[in-house]
């Protein structure tokens, strides 16, 4: 059987908050089981050198990144369906306690899956943050820890707050908005630049973009 192995390099292994990392995403997504959900099929830490594994289904295809360079414009039919998929396997992971924080195109699968067409499975709960109360992992999961990528964090994710499952769902907005626009809705040469446009400035909505044809229903 064909998998994907990620592997925690030992040059790594004195960092506590990568080991600490690696461990959640391992916890996280064993949590998970749904049909648009990566499997985790093991985990553990390799006896000689000790390095940390993860073991997953392989999936082939593209990542939802690739497929927006090459195959747009997509039909908006075809974004919904995509989309539906996504949001059923946030919503399962929301469910457990589970909040994604670095939702992207590249973190999105697109396959061919027994005669199914854009078959969705969202991976890389790499930094995933689990809702159990207070946290016994510190300096992980603590308020004013950024993680994440900056084109697709939530304003409260940018100021280091808080999150909940509404920092996911934004992030589903902006990947929304670029499988319409063919692009992202805030661009910067900085991260910080990205960031800041986010948490001040509303986005340019998709049908005063030109060249974009978009549903008023869709675009709502």
């Excluded at 910067?188 to 978009?214: C, F, N, R, W, Y």
């Amino acid at each position: 059987k064909v998998v994907c192995v990620k592997v925690l390099r030992s040059t790594m292994m004195t960092d506590e908050t990568l080991v600490g990392r690696f461990h959640r995403e391992a916890r996280a997504a064993s949590r998970l089981n749904h049909p648009n959900s990566i499997t985790v099929i093991d985990f553990g830490q390799e006896k000689q050198e000790g390095s940390l594994y993860l073991v997953m289904e392989y999936v082939p295809g593209k990542d939802l990144g690739k497929v927006i360079r090459e195959e747009r414009p997509l039909k908006e039919e075809r974004i919904v369906y995509i989309m539906d998929q996504v949001l059923s396997a946030l919503a399962d992971a929301h469910a457990a306690g589970i909040i994604h924080r670095d939702l992207k195109p590249e973190n999105i699968m697109v396959t061919d899956l027994r005669g199914t067409k854009d078959f969705v499975k969202v991976l890389d709960f790499g930094i995933a943050k689990l809702q159990e109360g207070p946290s016994n992992e510190p300096g992980l999961t603590q308020v004013g820890m950024v993680c994440g990528t900056p084109e697709y964090m939530s304003p409260e994710q940018a100021r280091g707050e808080e999150l909940d499952a509404r920092s996911d769902v934004y992030a589903a907005g902006v990947i929304l908005y670029q499988m319409v626009v063919g692009r992202i809705p805030f661009s910067a040469p900085t991260a910080m630049g990205i960031v800041t446009k986010h948490l001040t400035e509303p986005p340019i909505p998709p049908s005063k973009v030109d060249g974009i044809q978009i549903s008023a229903a869709l675009e709502k």
